[in-house]
């Protein structure tokens, strides 16, 4: 699944290529955006790209979101126009072409053109939590949400709770912890105010290194028995909370 440092390169490379720019607008596959014709995007300009956790906000004049969640499989491409896509057409929801560039959307699991004022009542939006690499976001706001959660909780479960922090993914779960040391089955009343900060500043710093990289980290994720890069025990993985993610850890290295 895409993860907030995906969402957050996409809107920062859409901010610099067709932001301010009218948009011109196809959907060259069989699925068509939910909400209102994707024609009434003809002709306006993109007014912003806004990262929210996993969701993509694109602003048009007069009111008018584009809302994607890119789920599993989902991935925005950015071309110069008139350039091939690397995916086939059929593919593709929507293509937003303006000023010499091209931004197409493969897959996702949900698209759609909406008013701002339904935006506001989409329950998905409301509940969540702050955004890890908002600019406001600090240490100390994640780790006090994930305080008010259930003391019982694991620590690798409650960080893939988009109601506490928006933007984790099992990727930066793993790979968070792990650099924290801290093993994610233990659970929230068993970890320290401490190790709760340190847990979030880790993983907060290794996704805006993915923003500006474009590279994720795997030193645990999907390394399942090969060896730790701390202590060369073997990596183990195992599926953790109601959605059954599977979580990568050492077991030797992280308490």
Known sequence: MAEGDTIHRVARRLEASLVGTPISVRTPGPRRPDGRPVAELEGRTLESAEARGKHLLLRFEQDLVLHSHLGMRGAWHLYEAG????????SAWIALSGGGAEAVNFGGSSLRLVRVRELARDPRLAHLGPDIL???FTDEIGAASLRRTDPARELGDALLDQTLIAGIGNIFKSEGCWSARLDPWRRLRGVSDDELLLVVEQTRKLMAAAVE???????VYRRSRMPCPRDRSPIRSRAQGDDARTTYWCPRCQK
């Open 213 to 219: 990289s474009g590279r994720q980290p795997q030193r």
């Open 134 to 136: 908002a600019p406001n």
């Open 83 to 90: 350039a091939r896509w690397r995916k086939p057409a059929r």
